[in-house]
């Protein structure tokens, strides 16, 4: 597998998606850098969601190269393990604690409880580490789908909108964590973490972010320094 260090976390030539007559994506080309924190802006249908799902793997392009730390995407090589998802519809089982729901996810990676306790510690959910998810308020339930994206301790973090809907106090917590996993990557001198999120607010993006581009109908229309 490609080095992390050495080359792109996210790299998209030409890449298109068509949903029959109507192309989500147009011809979008793309680098992000290892350890950067970008924010994807834009209306909705801009194809912000599109674009990380595809960098997810989780569809594939119609058109156009798409590669995840110097390897292709859409090859069995693996890729995923090094991906973490948070997209608008929340992957836990309602009926499961919180506990039962990450032990679930972490065992598909093969991932042991001890390994993403801390997690669960930074994003302040031992209190609710035994209460079903169907008791969680919309913020908790967020967090706690987060700490199951992350369990497998991925390079590349997608985050779908994280802070829709989200009260003040819950955004911050967010916020830090994932500065903090950012500022805990430099300091261990190893792998550093890669951040893409699609967003509708500027103020949160600015606190977490280096940079954001600029969607409409499908084509990049714009990059800013944040």
């Known amino acids: ?14 890449v298109s998606k068509r949903y029959g007559y109507m192309e989500a994506l147009k011809s979008i080309s793309l680098r992000i850098e290892c350890g950067e924190f970008l924010a994807l802006f834009g209306h ?3 194809g912000k969601t599109t674009l990380l799902r595809l960098i997810a793997t989780h569809i594939t392009p119609s058109a156009g190269m798409v590669k995840i730390f110097g390897e292709d995407a859409f090859k069995d090589n693996g890729i995923r393990r090094r991906i973490g998802l948070v997209t608008h519809s929340s992957f836990l089982y309602d009926e499961l604690t919180v506990r039962e729901n990450l032990l ?29 998810v169907k008791h969680l308020s919309h913020g908790l339930r967020k967090r706690a789908d987060i700490i199951r994206a992350l369990s497998h301790d991925p390079d590349l973090i997608l985050l779908d909108e994280p802070f829709s809907g989200l009260d003040n106090e819950t955004c911050e917590v967010l916020v830090n964590y994932f500065n903090g996993e950012r500022a805990r990557a430099r300091g261990r001198g190893g792998r550093r973490k890669t951040l893409v999120m699609a967003s509708h607010s500027l103020e949160w993006a600015k606190k977490l972010c280096d940079r954001g581009i600029s969607l409409h109908r499908g084509e990049i229309v714009g990059e800013m320094s944040l």
């Open 44 to 46: 909705n249908g801009a």
């Open 104 to 132: 679930f996810y972490a065992a598909q990676f093969g991932v042991n409880e001890d390994e993403f306790l801390d997690t669960v510690e930074c994003l302040d959910m031992r209190r609710w580490y035994d209460v079903q």
């Open 1 to 14: 597998m490609a080095d992390s260090i050495s080359v792109a976390a996210v790299e998209a030539v030409d």
